[in-house]
């Protein structure tokens, strides 16, 4: 469960949670849960709702310790296996999208966006793809 700590209540239980963490850490602006499990993969969760945002698999054993980079957009992983993983964890379509817009600065076209990003389906495309 995630606690609020000013009042002792519980705020969320994360959502795809099988009691198998191994180790947990908050994004450095506090809005995602990463978290390390004995299945080989790191959950990620939103903080607040507890809503599961993502699963990342790739460790062959169970992963032993997560730590979010300064930027909150990068997870490393240590697991039993032996192996350091770093993973890109964006949160949805729309901030990576605004980031890809801010490398090439300029919006992309809708058929850019079909032919280059392989995201997930959130519903409609903004109608501009890039934040200014």
Do not use: K
Request: charged share 30%; aromatic share 6%.
């Amino acid at each position: 469960r995630l606690w609020d700590t000013a009042t002792g209540a519980a705020r969320a239980t994360p959502a795809g949670t099988r009691r198998d963490a191994r180790s947990l850490a908050f994004s450095p602006d506090g809005r995602m849960v990463a978290g390390g499990d004995r299945d080989g993969t790191v959950r990620l969760w939103d903080a607040t709702t507890g809503l599961q945002l993502s699963v990342l698999a790739g460790h062959e054993g169970p992963v032993w310790s997560v730590a979010f980079g300064p930027d909150g957009h990068t997870v490393a992983s240590g697991g039993e296996d032996g192996t350091l993983r770093l993973w890109s964890v964006l949160r949805g379509t729309g901030e990576a999208v605004d980031r890809i817009c801010r490398a090439v600065r300029r919006d992309l076209s809708r058929e850019e966006r079909d032919r280059y990003l392989n995201v997930p389906d959130e519903g409609e495309w903004p109608r501009r793809a890039c934040a200014r």
